[in-house]
Nanobody, 126 residues
Framework: QLVEFWGGLVQAWGSLRLSCAAS????????VGWFRQAPGKEREFVAA????????YYTDSVKGRFTISRDNAKNTAYLQMKSPKPEDTAVYYC?????????????????????WGRGTLVTVSS
């Protein structure tokens, strides 16, 4: 099971860190991705991190503002959001993919992920 935490209302000049906690699974055996879905829009890729945290990918719109990380000892992954924009408002989901061979194409594709959390709403006010 994956559970996202610490969504909420944030000011555009603020920061927010989302957590994705895994239970019943060893997170270190999975690549982790964050996706988001805004009202009326399709789910889109945000960021992903490899099992060992050596490789990260980001969508262009969040590069330099968001940071994905993980703490395998705590079985938790994170998405640090700095200087969020109103257009970042969405439900944020974490997901995991257990494949050993992993590339950007897989990381960005929702269909590549095996398990998903239920999401946490982030609302950015201007």
């Amino acid at each position: 099971q994956l559970v996202e935490f610490w969504g909420g209302l944030v000011q555009a000049w603020g920061s927010l860190r989302l957590s994705c906690a895994a239970s019943g699974r060893t997170l270190s055996t999975y690549n982790v991705g964050w996706f988001r879905q805004a009202p009326g829009k399709e789910r889109e890729f945000v960021a992903a991190v490899s099992r060992s945290a050596e490789i990260t990918y980001y969508t262009d719109s969040v590069k330099g503002r968001f940071t994905i990380s993980r703490d395998n000892a705590k079985n938790t992954a994170y998405l640090q959001m700095k200087s969020p924009k109103p257009e970042d408002t969405a439900v944020y989901y974490c997901a995991v993919d257990g494949r050993a061979f992993w590339s950007k194409n897989y990381a960005q594709n929702p269909a590549a992920y095996e398990y998903w959390g239920r999401g946490t709403l982030v609302t950015v006010s201007s």
